[in-house]
């Protein structure tokens, strides 16, 4: 075909959803299409058109706006403008308008529908609502999967434990001992450019430099191994292991393409096989002291990345890194009573937030609260105030670092009888003051640990009988849980904000997950059911008065799908050596996700916008 | 032939009682679109040469790529590109530019055939080029050669348009500012990296859709305004 029509096909070969169309076809596509240009401030699509077409944005950007005139999208290069092509979004009313000078790429509906009868991929993009194209991308995620995670499936390079540490070969021998102590590496690859030149080792430095009465200041080059046995990064990880044992080593360079990725020792391999939930929670309750706690609990950022290295859901890593910290809590409560003796009267351990909801990712903050007996006598106090302590200064070894709102067992206020706790809820329910909305993502996802004659399960009966009947109750949760609005979608490479506002980066936690989880909670405590659990709750109350069948299937989609990708993205960082944060990066993720993503915002604005008409329209009833 | 200033449609009418059978005379007998009508309602073809040279008496046309316009919309379908054979060495100046190796231009069909294919499509159309000069010169020395007379074609050409343009803003502009990419860049064009007659006159095309689209105001314009 002629080259310079290939430039218009590679464009189309590079956007969804022209790229799944077979490699013939898009050569013959660009001689379909006819081009305009619009003005910036133009109706868009133009009103002149004569033939119906679906409007692929070439240059320029586009914004659209619902029927009261506020912005839903905004379109660049590569996007689609919704057009009558579309059947399933042709109910959709919207107008547009060129936001910037605009050149378009049209292709007549005659011939997309021709495309979509002949080529079932693409069809589907077009065919289906946006809830069956989320369900069906969250499928190929969970389809993705590398199998099982153990060394007989798993790929070095996703055991590589940090980012690499290099030095070039002029290096001092002083110098490069420096660097492995500041990055606590017992090895250093040493390359010249990114050619791999050699390695040196602690023994190295022991053996060739100190014994050898060397001077620091020689180049690192005179001591370092030259003819170093590699390994390529796709190698799996028994291979590895193998390849170690049979030439005697403990460290192998790592290449890819005959670039060095990094290292990977004997020691990676070892913790890979221990950094399992069930391994780990074996060692926890085993664990003689709050030190040795904090060792293991070092291992929960590796269990995170292997188990998305697995091809697990955001949900199932919620549950697991879960079960380490309750173990932790646990195993914490067990060393404080040996060390003060059994306590003078029972009581429950409460967990609130993440770890309440079973959705905790490798580090969270601690989010506790302790209740006991209504008949503890007031010099009781003093033994639970420093169990509290105690497991509270233990936790925080492990990481998880003392709650910045002081929303914690050793704060007196959180460590009460149960007819405070009665009364706390009480107030809240009846008053629901600022404070005690901020509070509700901890104190109505709570959950007992260590609660041996069954005190909390009164209280959280009680609650839920309070919130049942509670209309006005449950209109403050709901406007308190459309605080937090997810983005309209993505432009360019920013992430466009209701308003047309632009976000460099997207607060995947605050403006994804934690709308759901809030949604999820008011339709808990509205149907006054116990689930703590954002999946299991709207399972359970789906199709009851508080959400439809489908609302709620579309949450949870909605919802799995971007914890999955904030895991995904958590565990990168983690691997890269950094500290794992919320923030997603719209280039870090492919066009196709930020597509799906969008789809998912939507679904959950569609959510939010019933929930707050349906409560608007209760109060003023 | 006619002399100036007579309208392309009259030269038109004068030239087709003398023409000889034959692909110009097809050409001629179609009208040409008349300069009140609102260039919406028009079509065009955009063109673009690769030559041997800058002189059409001694230098060779090497290929021709153009593309049709019909009203405010570029058709891609009628994208067309053609080698034209020529058995003279192509300079190494510019075979630099467009990258039309000898090996290539050997291969090429012959000029008269290419040129009775494309003044089958041009004809009651107006011509759009970038620097018409050079378009207009090789193609209506060929005709001449080849079937006896000059072209005669209204044309638009969108350099003088952005000169115009850079003029009656009393705008300052450099003779880099009149090219053809950096024309695009400032209405927001894409930018082919391919160099070649097709992409160059995808791209004046291109150029003109937007240079009506900030004259006219979205209300329309005479074809006039536009014309040479």
């Not at chain 1, 040996?338 to 003078?344: D, F, K, M, N």
Request: neutral net charge; contains cysteine; hydrophobic residues 40%.
């Amino acid at each position: 075909m002629d080259v310079e029509l290939l430039e218009i096909r590679d464009f189309l070969a590079t956007h969804h959803p022209f790229d799944l169309l077979p490699g013939e076809v898009l050569d013959q596509l660009p001689r379909k299409l006819s081009v305009r240009y619009f003005r910036r401030g133009t109706r868009f699509p133009p009103p002149d058109a004569d033939t119906p077409c679906l409007y692929i944005l070439r240059r320029g950007a586009v914004d659209l706006r619902d029927a009261r005139g506020e912005l839903v999208s905004k379109l660049a290069e590569g996007d689609l403008c919704p057009t009558p092509c579309h059947t399933s979004e042709a109910a959709t009313s919207f107008s547009g308008a060129t936001a910037e000078d605009t050149l378009a790429y049209l292709l007549p509906c005659k011939e997309l529908d021709r495309l979509r009868r002949e080529h079932v991929l693409f069809a589907e993009h077009f065919d289906h609502s946006v809830a069956e194209r989320l369900r069906s991308a969250l499928e190929v995620m969970r389809e993705e999967p590398t199998a099982g995670a153990g060394l007989m499936t798993v790929r070095v390079h996703d055991l590589i434990g940090r980012a690499l540490v290099r030095a070039d070969p002029d290096t001092s021998i002083r110098e490069a001992a420096r660097i492995m102590t500041e990055n606590r590496v017992s090895s250093l690859i040493i390359t010249a450019g990114e050619q791999l030149v050699g390695m040196i080792t602690d023994r190295d430095l022991r053996s060739r430099c100190i014994v050898a009465g060397r001077s620091y200041d020689d180049p690192v080059r005179s001591i370092m191994t030259e003819r170093l046995q590699t390994i390529e990064s796709d190698t799996l990880g028994f291979q590895a292991l193998i390849t170690m044992s049979r030439i005697n080593v403990h460290h192998l360079p790592v290449l890819d393409h005959g670039k060095v990725v990094g290292m990977i020792s004997t020691s990676d391999l070892v913790r890979f096989q221990s950094a399992n939930a069930v391994y780990l929670v074996g060692d926890i309750r085993k664990a003689p002291s709050p030190e040795v706690l904090a060792q293991i609990s070092s291992r929960v950022p590796e269990l995170q990345v292997h188990l998305i290295t697995g091809g697990a859901t955001a949900d199932q890593v919620g549950q697991a890194v879960t079960a380490v910290t309750d173990a932790l809590t646990l195993r914490l409560l067990e060393l404080a009573e040996e060390q003060l003796g059994p306590p003078p009267v029972p009581y429950a351990w409460l967990v609130g937030g993440s770890q309440a909801r079973r959705e905790q990712s490798s580090y969270s903050d601690q989010d506790n609260g302790l209740l006991y007996a209504d008949h503890a006598k007031p010099e009781d106090e003093a033994y639970f105030e420093r169990l509290a302590r105690f497991v509270n200064d233990g936790l925080n070894a492990c990481g998880y670092y003392y709650c910045p709102g002081d929303v914690m067992a050793s704060n007196p206020k959180w460590r009460q009888p149960l007819r405070i706790w009665r009364k706390y809820f009480a107030n809240w329910m009846e008053r629901p003051e600022p404070m005690a909305l901020m509070l509700s993502s901890v104190f109505f996802d709570l959950r007992a640990l260590h609660d041996t004659e069954g005190l909390y399960e009164e209280l959280h009966e009680y609650v839920l009988d309070l919130s049942r009947a509670n209309r006005i109750f449950i209109a403050y949760m709901v406007a308190n849980a459309l605080k937090h609005r997810p983005p309209l979608g993505f432009f360019r490479n920013f992430v466009l904000i209701s308003g047309g506002e632009h976000d460099n980066t997207l607060d995947i936690k605050h403006r994804g997950i934690v709308p759901v989880i809030d949604l999820a909670r008011v339709y808990a405590l509205s149907a006054g059911v116990p689930q703590i659990n954002t999946i299991e709750r709207l399972d359970a109350t789906a199709g009851t008065q508080a959400v439809s069948r489908d609302g709620a299937a579309n949450l949870k989609d909605a919802f799995q799908f971007i914890a999955t990708l904030r895991m995904r993205h958590q565990a990168r960082q983690i691997r890269q050596g950094k500290k794992a944060d919320n923030y997603l990066s719209p280039d870090e993720i492919t066009r196709l996700e930020r597509g799906h993503l969008k789809d998912a915002f939507s679904l959950i604005n569609t959510m939010q916008e019933s929930l707050g008409q349906r409560y608007q329209a209760g109060r003023f009833a | 032939m006619a002399p100036w200033p007579f309208t392309p449609e009259l030269r038109r009418r004068w030239l087709l009682r003398k023409a000889q059978p034959g692909p110009l005379r097809d050409y001629l007998s179609v009208p040409c679109a008349a300069p009140r009508l609102d260039y919406r309602r028009a079509t065009y073809l955009a063109v673009d040469l690769e030559t041997t040279g800058l002189d059409p008496k001694r230098d060779d046309i090497l290929s021709i790529g153009y593309v049709i316009l019909r009203g405010n919309s570029v058709d891609l379908a009628s994208a067309r590109h053609r080698l034209v054979h020529t058995a003279r060495a192509i300079p190494e100046a510019s075979a630099v530019i467009h990258q039309i190796t000898d090996d290539q231009a050997a291969r090429g069909e012959p000029l008269e055939a290419v040129l009775a294919d494309f003044l089958a499509d041009l004809a009651g159309k107006v011509m759009i080029a970038h620097h018409a000069r050079v378009e207009q010169g090789f193609l209506s020395t060929a005709c001449k050669r080849l079937f006896g007379h000059g072209l005669v074609v209204p044309i638009i050409d969108t350099q003088a348009i952005a000169r115009r343009s850079f003029e009656r803003r009393h705008q300052a502009y450099k003779g880099s500012d009149l090219r053809l990419h950096n024309l695009g860049e400032r209405y927001n064009l894409p930018r082919n990296k391919a160099h070649n007659a097709l992409s160059d006159a995808l791209a004046a095309a291109e150029l003109f859709l937007a240079q009506a689209a900030y004259a006219d105001g979205g209300k329309g314009a005479p074809l006039r305004d536009f014309l040479q």
